[in-house]
């Protein structure tokens, strides 16, 4: 999965970056995932490898857009692909101790084929309507689920930061030290 998610991803993307410096213009679509953004239990090696194709493309975005080229990360929720069909993977071994945890994801795994929400459709269009915006973003949530989950964890990390501030800062050596 790394392997496919993270390692293809950058060395496609090095073969067509003369190009885009040669012209110092075009933009880039990296496809993650909701995943990529807010870790599940059950979904641990799927979210490693879409949370570092997220640490790439921000970086990438940061480093070309100085030649004009953009960079949008999508990150779509479930749409009504093969992804929970014929190319889910589930661990062989099953083991009681996380059903409380992952049960809920081997139960979703099997209820979802062909239920999913998102029309492709409709992502492939948002898609074309990023690249073709004077001002498009660095992030594309794609789906009611991706959004949700996405403002959840916001609002979490908000309250969760400001619960730490004073051990976060205090972290510092003393101003002028």
């Given at each position: 999965m790394f392997e496919t998610n993270v390692l293809g991803l950058i060395r496609v993307t090095r073969a067509f970056l003369p190009q885009f410096r040669r012209q110092h213009a075009g933009h880039i679509l990296n496809l993650s995932s909701v995943a990529g953004l807010v870790g599940q239990a059950g979904w641990g090696y799927y979210n490693t490898s879409k949370f570092a194709v997220e640490g790439f493309s921000e970086a990438l975005a940061a480093e070309m857009a100085p030649l004009g080229v953009r960079v949008t990360i999508v990150e779509p929720g479930p749409f009504r692909t093969d992804f929970l069909g014929r190319s889910a993977v589930l661990a062989v071994?099953?083991?009681?101790?996380?059903?409380?945890?992952?049960?809920?994801?081997?139960?979703?795994?099997?209820?979802?084929?062909?239920?999913?929400?998102?029309?492709?459709?409709?992502?492939?269009?948002?898609?074309?309507?990023?690249?073709?915006?004077?001002?498009?973003?660095?992030?594309?949530?794609?789906?009611?689920?991706?959004?949700?989950?996405?403002?959840?964890?916001?609002?979490?990390?908000?309250?969760?930061?400001?619960?730490?501030?004073?051990?976060?800062?205090?972290a510092d050596f003393p101003e002028g030290e």
């Open positions: 071994r099953h083991m009681a101790e996380y059903d409380d945890s992952v049960g809920a994801t081997r139960e979703y795994f099997h209820g979802q084929p062909g239920k999913q929400k998102g029309d492709p459709l409709k992502a492939m269009h948002a898609m074309m309507a990023v690249v073709e915006s004077p001002n498009p973003p660095l992030h594309l949530l794609l789906g009611a689920l991706a959004y949700n989950r996405f403002k959840g964890k916001l609002e979490r990390w908000r309250e969760e930061i400001a619960a730490y501030e004073e051990v976060t800062l205090g």
